[in-house]
């Protein structure tokens, strides 16, 4: 970066794709369509694409792009404006008490404690960094394209009857814990893919509280899932190793795939885990194991000779022992010594082989 030194179109291109945290778009019709589509150089040709696609940038009325041509300061100016679309930097509540109001662009807050109401936005929704470690709240919102949460803070993000369908949440320094009360509505949450940082990639720290349909971990994090939250898929990607989930003992997570290394603690109800790693751990047990494709059956140990207390010699321990694995849906096709007390017999058994 050359912060006293004018940009290129393109090199503006870039920018703007890393800071509004754009796709790659797997068609490039849209770099392809300008009459001087050869001069894009190669490394900005997906930035250019998908600035395009989005509606940020435009080309010129003879059908060309001019990659090289320094940016303007009225091009500039139109670009932020699109950018942030309508921009709250000072606490309040905004929007109608009743009705609702709707916004043809994005919109984006920028400072804690501002409230938004009975508002649609048609573009995205974007939470700074300049929010910190305060609060936001949604009530009534519906946000018909992305909500990017931008990490910086310890913040809370308050989710009354709103509707989101696409939010990323973005790596960096602090706490996110997103709240979602009343009839709200959240499609997808997806952790960000970012870079590195002394080395290593910064684990994504959230905490979520509601009910979601789809959660994607695309980068290590540590997810805590509190309350009488309910999610419907959650998955684990194969970028996104050591990381942590821990589960309330009201939480329900419906189907969880894990495809990278990942612990799972808690008291939380998982119904079926999907598992492609030879590491992983849980603490309570999903009700169904599916290990690379086939399902696992529990193998736990029983034992091979009297156990105690009563006594060491006493059958109704052993008695005991297999009427707890039966309520565990043990399989009892390995035999191991598991030891001369109770203790150490529960806990054999508590150990999958």
Not at 166 to 182: E, M, P
Not at 275 to 292: A, C, K, S
Not at 306 to 325: F, K, L, R, W
Request: with cysteine; glycine share 10%; proline share 4%.
């Amino acid at each position: 970066m050359r912060p006293a030194a004018e940009i290129s179109r393109q090199e503006a291109a870039a920018i703007l794709f890393r800071l509004l945290k754009l796709d790659t778009l797997e068609k490039q019709e849209w770099v392809g369509s300008f009459a001087d589509a050869s001069d894009i150089a190669g490394w900005s040709r997906e930035y250019v694409n998908a600035v395009v696609a989005s509606g940020y940038f435009n080309g010129y009325p003879d059908g060309t792009f001019r990659p090289r041509r320094t940016i303007r300061r009225a091009e500039t100016v139109t670009l932020l404006d699109k950018a942030l679309g309508s921009l709250y930097n000072a606490p309040g509540t905004y929007g109608p008490a009743g009705g609702s109001h709707t916004i043809p662009g994005n919109a984006t807050v920028n400072t804690a404690g501002v409230t938004l109401r009975n508002l649609v936005i048609e573009g995205d929704l974007f939470l700074a960094a300049g929010i910190g470690d305060g609060d936001f709240k949604a009530d009534g919102v519906v946000v018909k394209g992305r909500t990017v949460i931008y990490g910086g803070g310890n913040r809370l993000i308050a989710l009354d009857n709103s509707s989101l369908e696409d939010v990323l949440v973005c790596s960096g320094s602090g706490k996110t814990r997103i709240v979602a009360g009343g009839k709200t509505k959240i499609g997808l949450v997806t952790t960000e893919r970012g870079g590195k940082l002394n080395g290593e990639e910064p684990a994504v720290d959230i905490e979520l509280e509601g009910h979601f349909d789809s959660i994607i971990i695309e980068s290590s994090a540590n997810v805590t899932i509190t309350g009488n939250s309910s999610v419907k898929n959650m998955e684990v990607t194969a970028q996104a190793g050591k990381t942590n989930i821990k589960t309330s003992a009201n939480c329900i997570i419906n189907a969880l795939t894990l495809n990278a290394t990942a612990r799972v603690t808690g008291k939380g109800r998982i119904t079926a885990a999907y598992v492609n790693t030879d590491h992983y751990d849980f603490e309570t047990d999903p009700d169904i194991l599916i290990v690379y494709g086939k399902e696992a059956k529990m193998k736990y140990v029983w034992p091979t000779r009297p156990i105690g207390p009563p006594g060491p010699t006493d059958p109704n321990v052993t008695i005991q022992v297999v009427e707890y694995a039966k309520t565990k849906k043990m399989d009892f096709d390995v035999e191991v010594d598991c030891g001369t007390s109770w203790e150490e017999a529960i806990a054999a058994l508590a150990k999958t082989v």
